[in-house]
Nanobody, 115 residues
Framework: QVQLVESGGGSVQAGGSLRLSCAAS????????MGWYRRAPGNQRVLVAT???????NYADSVKGRFTISRGNAKNTVQLQMNSLKPEDTAVYYC?????????WGQGTQVTVSS
């Protein structure tokens, strides 16, 4: 059983910063990638950023230059540093782990950016 636990969400004013963290626990034989997705009210869940086991990163155009995804010091952890936040970044942010056998999702953490 693999579980993802997210932390670091909250409320911030436009232009501020937040840092999200995600830790995967359980039996993980092969972690291929981890990433962050978000779902804004009334919208579908969309990709924010991903990082592979080799360190390759991918970002949504809307967050390039403002968000940075990185692997944590502990195994199977990932962070998302979010700078210059905008009201349109308001969403529930979900951590995703892609393993050889399955994909896993966290429960989500709310990020609210006020203007």
């Amino acid at each position: 059983q693999v579980q993802l636990v997210e932390s670091g969400g909250g409320s911030v004013q436009a232009g501020g910063s937040l840092r999200l963290s995600c830790a995967a626990s359980g039996t993980i034989l092969s972690m291929n990638a981890m990433g962050w997705y978000r779902r804004a009210p009334g919208n579908q869940r969309v990709l924010v950023a991903t990082i592979t086991s080799s360190g390759s990163t991918n970002y949504a155009d809307s967050v390039k230059g403002r968000f940075t995804i990185s692997r944590g010091n502990a195994k199977n952890t990932v962070q998302l540093q979010m700078n210059s936040l905008k009201p349109e970044d308001t969403a529930v942010y979900y951590c995703k782990a892609v393993t050889f056998w399955n994909d896993y999702w966290g429960q989500g953490t709310q990020v609210t950016v006020s203007s």
